[in-house]
């Protein structure tokens, strides 16, 4: 079988394995205090152009963002977020499990608008029990999003308005971060991001690395004793110069192999949605990361998986299925090619 679920089957790129396999009987202290982690994060914030960022790496997604929210909200408070978020459906309720609700928005393509935030705000503030509902203290965002679509420049920057009117944090969930910096028609940079958000990640875990994740505090309010929430949560690696090597190689030379290994993974996506397009299959959404949603007959389901492990989504009627299709930096063009072949049979 040939998978297309994810983009994390695989282990990590050789020249990560290298640089781990050079630096594996080096004697370092642990928790992220070694020499490794302080270049990736000096690094990080030369390419975000903001040099009193605080940088943290954890082990992976879910303890970045319960780590991230539990850290920015008191008790009582709860965090936006579009109802196909991440942290609404995908993580088990980590965040209602550290006590704060999730306050799900209707999304369009996986994206939410500074004008619901708005609308969510004034509509918070106007009630006359409100002491007696969660208040809304955190916008999160994913860029790219669950349905692959990537947040623009002008919709990062309004979000940003919005959320600094009414005294939101920003919080922009980067796990696929490289897929969506290297996509066509992207506009955003890190310091966009340094700019607009309060605390964003950059995703290693799905692209290229063994697993890590890189935390961006821009917000003073939130840099405070932060290392104390990644210990509690579980986010803190011991051995945490793994993490620093793996960054360190990926972001090099300006975000070299991370961009490299993303355009690789968004240039083989492109591939296939042209062939789905091609044979008539429809696309949910349209756009130029590593993601591909299509809807297909259940008949055309049946006949992939028999060579091919897809994502299987929700039934769109009685006969259709939205499915997901993920290509990753490790995706072997060869397999590419065949999964276009039998798209083509179909």
């Known amino acids: 079988m040939i998978y297309f679920n994810c983009d994390y089957n695989e282990g990590a790129h050789p020249q990560i394995l290298q640089k781990l396999l050079e630096t594996n009987s080096e004697q370092t202290i642990g928790y992220g205090e ?12 030369v390419l975000c152009r903001c040099e009193d ?68 705000m004034q509509r918070h503030l106007s009630d006359d029990s409100a002491e007696h ?11 790219p999003t669950e349905f692959g679509t990537i947040y623009t420049k002008s919709e990062l920057q309004a979000l940003c308005q919005v959320c600094r009117r009414y005294g939101l944090y920003l919080f922009l969930d980067g796990a696929r971060m490289s897929y969506g910096l290297a996509a066509s028609g992207c506009d955003v940079t890190l310091p966009d991001l340094a700019e607009f958000c309060d605390v964003f990640y950059l995703g290693g875990t799905k692209c290229g690395a063994l697993f890590g994740e890189a ?11 932060f290392r104390y929430m990644i210990k509690q949560k579980g986010g803190m ?47 949910v959404c349209q756009n130029t990361t590593n993601q591909i949603f299509t809807i297909l007959p259940d008949k055309a389901v049946q006949t992939l998986s028999e060579q091919f492990v ?33 798209i083509q049979k179909l």
């Open 215 to 225: 935390i961006v505090i821009t917000n003073p309010e939130l840099k405070r004793d």
């Open 310 to 342: 897809l994502s299987l989504d929700e039934k769109v009627d009685g006969s259709h299925r939205m499915v997901r299709i993920c290509t990753s930096w490790a995706t072997k063009a060869e397999d590419v090619d065949r999964l276009i072949g039998e």
């Open 53 to 120: 960022a605080a940088v943290h790496f954890v082990v992976g997604g879910t303890q970045a963002n319960l780590t991230v929210i539990d850290a920015a909200l008191r008790p009582y408070q709860g965090a936006l977020c579009a109802v196909s978020g991440h942290i609404n459906v995908h993580e088990t309720g980590s965040v209602e499990a550290t006590g704060h609700k999730v306050l799900g928005l209707p999304h369009q393509e996986g994206k939410i608008t500074a004008a619901q935030v708005e609308e969510a």
């Open 237 to 283: 690696l011991a051995k945490g110069r793994l993490l620093g090597i793996q960054f360190l190689e990926l972001l090099k030379d300006g975000m070299k192999l991370y961009l490299q290994l993303a355009r690789y993974a968004d240039g083989l996506a492109d591939r296939i949605r042209q062939a789905l397009t091609e044979k008539g299959f429809a696309l």
């Open 133 to 143: 509902t969660v208040q809304p203290k955190l916008v999160y965002i994913s860029s």
């Open 34 to 45: 070694d020499g490794y982690c302080r270049q990736a994060a000096d690094i990080i914030r």
